[in-house]
């Protein structure tokens, strides 16, 4: 599913878009309150002797596929991010990206979730030490779509950078017109844009001075 690339940070790369800061503090998680929904999480979960079911729409990885770093918190943290993530999205439809609808694929959320928990499991803090910055590719630049400081308490060990893409294979490009709304659309702003499953993901240590770690998904 994915492909391991280094390349060496440059300041100059214009593809990548400058960190958004106007509004990163209303965009950021309560680490109390998710502490709290965790711990409740995980009560639920003892007191049953079925297997658990996800009750969301984010569905992550197995635990069994890497039982000596399943931790029950960070799997209950990484759904409110994704869920986070997701409404960022939504909200940047009618400034960033111009359009009257966007459609996010539960499988790009799942994969993000995904990827969350595998860049974050050899960090100090784990996922609370995540500054993750949302760009979405449109033809040759990137629009920052928001910034998410998972615990604004702590200082972030690790910035990810997640690149979406949207979506212009296969049959949406024939029926996305379908989801118009029934009046005209303004001036430049386009009816529908769907994501696409793939995306890519670039990975800043803080701390160090190590290489930026890209991973296509």
């Known amino acids: ?7 060496s940070f440059s300041s100059e790369d214009s593809s990548l878009p400058s960190t958004p800061t106007s509004d990163a503090s209303s965009k950021r998680l309560s680490w109390s309150g998710l502490m709290q929904k965790s711990l409740d999480s995980e009560s639920d979960s003892h007191s049953s002797t079925d297997d658990d079911s996800d009750a969301g729409s984010i569905s992550l990885p197995d635990s069994s596929e890497s039982d000596l770093f399943f931790d029950p918190m960070e799997e209950a943290l990484c759904k409110e991010v994704v ?6 999205l939504s909200e940047a439809k009618d400034d960033v990206l111009h359009c ?5 694929p539960e499988k790009l959320l799942e994969h993000i979730g995904q990827e969350l928990m595998h860049l974050s499991v050899s960090e100090p803090c784990g996922l609370r030490g995540a500054l993750i910055d949302l760009c979405v590719e449109q033809g040759g630049s990137c629009e920052a779509a928001g910034q998410i400081a998972v615990d604004p308490n702590l200082v972030p060990t690790f910035q990810l950078t997640l690149v979406l893409r949207l979506d212009s294979k296969g049959i949406w490009p024939k029926i996305r017109g379908l989801f118009a709304g029934r009046s005209p659309a303004s001036p430049g702003v386009r009816h529908a844009l769907k994501l696409s499953t793939g ?4 990975k800043q240590k803080l701390y160090s001075s190590e290489e930026l770690l890209i991973e296509e998904c």
């Open 1 to 7: 599913m994915q492909e391991l690339l280094t390349s």
């Open 83 to 88: 869920q986070l993530i997701a409404l960022d």
């Open 199 to 202: 995306f890519r993901v670039i």
């Open 100 to 104: 009257s609808k966007l459609l996010i």
